[in-house]
């Protein structure tokens, strides 16, 4: 007895000397800051060779003194042992892949162009000098190695139109096609991206689908004689979303094949997930969506289809939730792939025969991207809540991480915890969320509160890093981030409840998630602020249109007068699917335009922000919206970020976007 109370008394004094250590630690981080925006590296785009011993990514850094992003290629190895940066270039690379023999990185990257267009690059992993091998007019988008390695199938785009040097005036924009302008491109014209074979012992490049239509997601065969890709075909392929896989053979002028028949959209080329091929070439996997009417509210599933052609089998049909990036394993019997469900993105596994889904990897957490070796090793990307996303090995159950651009870092920071929510909407609808309570909360303490909604609508926050939510969190307030009606990651029915129908239940869900903390006693009712970007800021406006309790609103790259957007951005096929035309569906139009239309029962101070080049919801919406505040009286100001699209990406703008969110909550008594 007198043994176990001295290790008892012993193991005491050690948890007592613990328990002190841990609190000096404590004390001795610090809360992130602005400055850590540029400080936090991005990692992303696992590559793994194929013998599984080596991992190719890519990590973005902020370059302060130009105010530009870098994006540099490094590699480590598979047991995390040996580390190098392989690119150091003013210029960015991305997109690494190796050889099938594990001897050549390729990459895409704009060095030495006078244009922004990416050209492949050769890089002997044995020299370490990298070459630029393409040259074509248009820059390429995306390129896949041939399974012998002699020959790369490639995705370009048609070259530009001449210009002469001599003309002082530009040339008239002619204006033909019905989806007639896109973000971060401008105006369409007649320029296609096409499939080309390119050599690559002479560089020579052949075109493979020339014609009036684009070619995505190139995927070769095993035995390297065909490529798959996705089109969408017909005679006006503006006006539809049936996407397809087609095959052809690896030689100029062969005829393309149509594999895939059904009128829904097939591997659209936005869900980023190639048709994969098995490795006995006689099944193609890809995903297949919904109704075409639902356009991103459907639900997409994995299936199967032979490479010939025939009836396809869906081998996620039972699962309501969208899978993406599908891969065979080596011997052909199961698929991985990357399952959305609630909150939270895993990798599993389903047999090729049908049956039982497998989470190989689940948990509180967010995989964005993973590669399979030959022998099943899996490189993968993932993020948690407080720790940013980084590449990870997996083979069986053991999970290792193998890149830390983020370690040193994290290290100094003290950060707030990120809770799973649940609760009722108003018509008794589980809605489920995120809270982030400060570093050092205190339970009993009402905090301020901010109010974060995603875009999308058709998307979902999930259990990965999120800085500004970790950044309000240090500025003491509690952020409150609702997956709403609308939202992805609960089913097809969750998703299309907003159908034709927005700010009305997401209005409602997300006003509970208010509800529910301020119930908690955690939200101070009297310092609530809402805020959001491209559906995140348009629900901002809907919601604030209907309820009063907010102190301040920050609405970024917002709609509110739909009918303004019709003809002037990117979602034209959307708003006739969706919303009909306005000229025989005009209430429909009017009722999802009630926060302009009833800008009058706004009494929340908004702050407005967008893009001058915006096609997605260009800037003159924020603008009508900032002009109907101002007439009336309420405190509001309009900041437009130069040159920038949907997406802000210049980091001095990113920066003072955050800096903007945080004095105008601040200005207005949060």
Not at 258 to 278: A, F, L
Not at 407 to 420: C, I, M, N, P
């Amino acid at each position: 007895m007198k043994k176990f109370r001295e290790l008892a008394l012993a193991c005491s004094a050690i948890a007592a000397l613990i328990g002190t250590s841990l609190k000096v630690q404590a004390t001795s981080k610090r809360l992130i800051t602005l400055d850590d925006m540029s400080a936090l590296h991005q990692v992303s785009e696992p590559q793994i060779s194929s013998d599984g011993a080596w991992i190719a990514y890519t990590v973005k850094s902020t370059d302060i003194k130009n105010d530009s992003v870098n994006n540099h290629i490094y590699l480590t190895s598979w047991d995390g042992s040996r580390t190098l940066k392989l690119t150091n270039s003013k210029d960015s690379e991305s997109s690494p892949r190796f050889s099938p023999d594990g001897k050549y990185l390729t990459f895409l990257s704009s060095r030495q162009s006078d244009s922004e267009d990416n050209q492949i690059w050769l890089l002997n992993l044995a020299d370490g000098e990298a070459k630029k091998i393409s040259d074509f007019p248009g820059g390429v988008s995306d390129f896949v190695w041939s399974p012998d390695g002699k020959q790369l199938a490639v995705i370009a785009d048609d070259p530009p139109p001449e210009t002469h040097n001599e003309q002082k005036t530009a040339q008239p924009i002619v204006i033909d096609r019905f989806q007639f302008q896109e973000d971060g491109v401008g105006y369409l014209g007649k320029s296609r991206e096409h499939l080309y074979l390119f050599d690559l012992a002479t560089h020579k490049a052949d075109i493979l689908t020339p014609g009036e239509f684009n070619e995505y997601l190139p995927s070769w065969s095993p035995d390297g004689k065909k490529i798959a890709f996705v089109s969408k075909r017909g005679a006006d392929f503006d006006r539809h979303n049936n996407w397809d896989v087609y095959t052809i053979q690896a030689q100029p002028g062969a005829k393309v094949h149509q594999i895939t028949t059904n009128e829904v959209p097939d591997c659209d080329p936005s869900w980023g997930s190639r048709p994969v091929w098995s490795p006995n070439g006689k099944l193609i996997a890809y995903l297949q969506g919904g109704p075409e009417k639902l356009i991103e509210y459907a639900v997409y599933h994995l299936a199967v289809i032979p490479s010939e052609g025939g009836t396809p089998r869906l081998l996620t049909a039972k699962l309501d939730r969208n899978v993406v990036k599908p891969r065979f394993t080596s011997d052909g019997k199961s698929i991985l792939f990357l399952l959305e469900d609630d909150g939270n993105v895993h990798l599993a596994k389903v047999p090729v025969a049908g049956g039982k889904i497998e989470r190989l990897l689940g948990g509180r957490r967010n995989i964005s991207a993973f590669d399979l070796a030959g022998d099943d090793r899996i490189a993968l990307l993932s993020s948690m809540p407080q720790q940013p996303s980084e590449v990870f090995t997996l083979k069986g159950s053991e999970l290792r991480s193998i890149s830390h651009q983020n370690q040193e870092l994290l290290a100094q920071l003290l950060l707030g915890t990120t809770e799973e929510i649940s609760f009722k909407s108003k018509d008794g609808t589980e809605i489920h969320g995120f809270l982030v309570k400060p570093p050092n909360f205190q339970p009993g303490k009402k905090y301020p509160t901010l109010l974060q909604l995603h875009g999308g609508p058709v998307g979902q926050y999930t259990n990965q890093f999120m800085y500004d939510w970790q950044l309000f969190a240090a500025k003491g307030y509690v952020v409150v981030a609702v997956n709403p009606r609308g939202s992805s990651g609960r089913g097809e029915a969750f998703s299309k409840a907003i159908y034709a129908d927005w700010g009305n239940k997401d209005v409602q869900d997300v006003l509970a998630a208010v509800d529910y903390v301020e119930a908690q006693g955690i939200a101070d009712p009297s310092r609530l602020g809402i805020g959001g970007w491209s559906y995140g800021g348009m629900l901002t406006n809907y919601t604030i249109a209907q309820d009063t309790r907010f102190k301040a609103a920050v609405s970024g790259a917002s709609i509110s007068n739909i009918l303004a957007g019709y003809g002037t951005d990117e979602y034209i096929y959307d708003y006739e699917q969706e919303l009909g035309v306005p000229w025989k569906n005009l209430n429909t139009w009017l009722r999802v335009s009630f926060p302009f239309l009833h800008a009058d029962r706004i009494v929340t101070p908004t702050l407005f922000l967008g893009g001058d080049r915006d096609v997605s919801v260009p800037l003159h919406n924020s603008e009508q919206m900032y002009e109907a505040l101002k007439s009336l009286g309420v405190d509001t100001q309009l900041i437009i970020y130069p040159e920038q699209s949907h997406d802000i990406s210049k980091p001095s703008y990113l920066r003072d976007r955050l800096q903007r969110y945080l004095n105008w909550y601040s200005k207005h008594g949060l």
